[in-house]
């Protein structure tokens, strides 16, 4: 089920800073990271989008929709949900907002709180961190065995 997320929501909750310059792209790093381990689906949304800023960017399987000033994203978020109709049931909205949250309930989305959701994407970083199967680096030893045992005999001469 893909996520529909209220960002400044959810930035201070993964420890991350609202007044800091990159709050949106180090949460949207997240994300992807999120999910990739997670294979999911990811809308976020950002109010406050300063002129000439607003817009969508795609970043792998996160969508960042940047509201300009003078709306809100949990303006944006529910007009998203209204003009889904039926098809939010297959969405989660994640939020602490009471009317963004009720706005989710309204089409019958699931929703969790942000605070749910920051613990949901922390179990994603371990996950990504202790995987057997993430390609791990080589050390100088390691490279130079691997060269002698694929090299031909007159590179070795």
Same mark, same amino acid.
């Given at each position: 089920?893909?996520?529909?997320?209220?960002?400044?929501?959810?930035?201070?909750?993964?420890?991350?800073?609202?007044?800091?310059?990159?709050?949106?792209?180090?949460?949207?790093?997240?994300?992807?990271?999120?999910?990739?381990?997670?294979?999911?689906?990811?809308?976020?949304?950002?109010?406050?989008?300063?002129?000439?800023?607003?817009?969508?960017?795609?970043?792998? %399987? *996160?969508? #960042?929709?940047?509201?300009?000033?003078?709306?809100? +994203?949990?303006?944006?978020?529910? =007009? /998203?949900?209204?003009?889904?109709?039926?098809?939010?049931?297959?969405?989660?909205?994640?939020?602490?907002?009471?009317?963004?949250?009720?706005?989710?309930? %309204? *089409?019958? #989305?699931?929703?969790?709180?942000?605070?749910?959701? +920051?613990?949901?994407?922390?179990? =994603? /970083?371990?996950?990504?961190?202790?995987?057997?199967?993430?390609?791990?680096?080589?050390?100088?030893?390691?490279?130079?065995?691997?060269?002698?045992?694929?090299?031909?005999?007159?590179?070795?001469?």
């Amino acid at each position: 089920m893909p996520y529909i997320i209220d960002g400044h929501n959810l930035i201070p909750r993964v420890g991350l800073r609202l007044d800091a310059l990159d709050d949106e792209i180090a949460l949207v790093e997240m994300l992807r990271e999120f999910c990739r381990v997670k294979k999911k689906r990811v809308d976020i949304y950002f109010d406050g989008a300063p002129p000439g800023e607003d817009g969508t960017r795609k970043f792998g %399987y *996160v969508t #960042a929709h940047f509201v300009r000033k003078g709306r809100t +994203a949990d303006s944006a978020i529910h =007009a /998203r949900l209204r003009k889904m109709g039926n098809s939010a049931r297959n969405w989660t909205v994640v939020s602490s907002d009471r009317e963004v949250l009720a706005s989710a309930k %309204y *089409v019958r #989305a699931s929703s969790i709180s942000a605070d749910e959701f +920051a613990q949901q994407i922390e179990n =994603a /970083r371990f996950v990504a961190q202790n995987d057997p199967n993430e390609d791990k680096a080589l050390s100088k030893q390691e490279v130079d065995e691997w060269m002698n045992l694929f090299s031909s005999d007159e590179e070795k001469d």
